[in-house]
């Protein structure tokens, strides 16, 4: 199984380290790093250069915001599972991969994972637990995408996420693949720093 992680940034030269190296320490490598870049006028072009874990794909463009710049990762991402992960975000640890290529191969009709995120504040880290969603409450509840591992062909059965959303295209997105009949379940496990 092959995951695509996709990181939309801009100007991120400050924060990208730890999402990159948060990836270059998993134990599994079956995955290739999309990075979306809105033109930065940084050294973040230069970080991601640097990374040699993974095959790596770089667009460097104007955008038209983070939902744009999603959308454009999706379509140039090629493996069977998508995770994004922002700049400023880092996978929970080292296993994180591994044990979500796990789960799946146990779980193969699962569409959309989902886990738990840690929540870095400066007032403390927090826990978000999403194991108690499921279709009826999806609404009110939400899940982050950062918790979230969902099959790529799922952009093509709901759609990509809808830009004229300047906040929430995500929370819209995920309503709609619950609604869907997709089949979601929660895996039981930390899966990433937000």
């Not at 990836?23 to 033109?39: C, M, P």
């Amino acid at each position: 199984m092959k995951f695509s992680i996709i990181t939309v940034c801009r100007n991120s030269e400050r924060v990208l380290h730890n999402a990159m190296e948060s990836l270059s320490t998993q134990h599994y490598k079956d995955y290739e790093w999309v990075v979306i870049d809105g033109a930065s006028t940084d050294g973040t072009l230069q970080i991601v250069q640097s990374f040699s874990s993974a095959p790596l794909l770089v667009v460097s463009e104007p955008d038209h915001g983070i939902y744009d710049a999603m959308n454009k990762g999706v379509a140039k991402a090629r493996g069977d599972y998508v995770f994004f992960l922002n700049s400023d975000d880092a996978l929970y640890d080292e296993n994180v991969l591994q044990d979500v290529s796990d789960w799946l191969d146990r779980n193969p009709a699962v569409d959309l994972v989902y886990g738990s995120v840690v929540n870095v504040r400066a007032d403390g880290d927090w826990l978000r637990d999403f194991g108690h969603v499921d279709k009826y409450n999806i609404i009110e509840d939400g899940i982050c995408h950062q918790a979230i591992f969902a099959r790529r062909l799922l952009f093509t059965d709901v759609g990509l996420f809808d830009p004229r959303f300047k906040l929430n295209a995500d929370y819209d997105w995920i309503i709609r693949v619950f609604r869907s009949g997709g089949c979601c379940a929660y895996m039981n496990r930390s899966l990433a720093f937000f």
